[in-house]
């Protein structure tokens, strides 16, 4: 099993820019697929983006050019790097780690887009 704990949250003006890290922990972390969803408020979690064990990524339409994920298997860590934030970027963001039918989850972080 793998424990995710997510970091890098927190407030910030439009158009500006966060870093999120996940670092995991309990099991092989390079096995796993990745990604980054969110939730906002009323809404259903939606991903964000992912990172396949080998590196291919895919991205929600909407983060596509502004929101880059990468992994670091040697530090058992996935980022998600948004740039241009946007209001509507205003989400709990989370991370998920997948092989097969296994899905784990962690805490989440709080990212909201204000002036």
């Known amino acids: 099993q793998v424990q995710l704990v997510e970091s890098g949250g927190g407030l910030v003006q439009p158009g500006g820019s966060l870093r999120l890290s996940c670092a995991a922990s309990?099991?092989?972390?390079?096995?796993?697929?990745m990604g980054w969803y969110r939730q906002a408020p009323g809404k259903q979690r939606e991903l964000v983006a992912a990172?396949?064990?080998?590196?291919?990524?895919n991205y929600a339409d909407s983060m596509k050019g502004r929101f880059t994920i990468s992994r670091d298997n040697a530090k058992n860590t996935v980022y998600l790097q948004m740039n241009s934030l946007k209001p509507e970027d205003t989400a709990v963001y989370y991370c998920?780690?997948?092989?097969?039918?296994?899905?784990?989850w962690g805490q989440g972080t709080q990212v909201t887009v204000s002036s």
């Open positions: 309990g099991s092989i972390f390079s096995i796993y697929a």
């Open positions: 998920n780690a997948r092989r097969g039918a296994y899905d784990a």
């Open positions: 990172i396949t064990s080998g590196g291919d990524t």
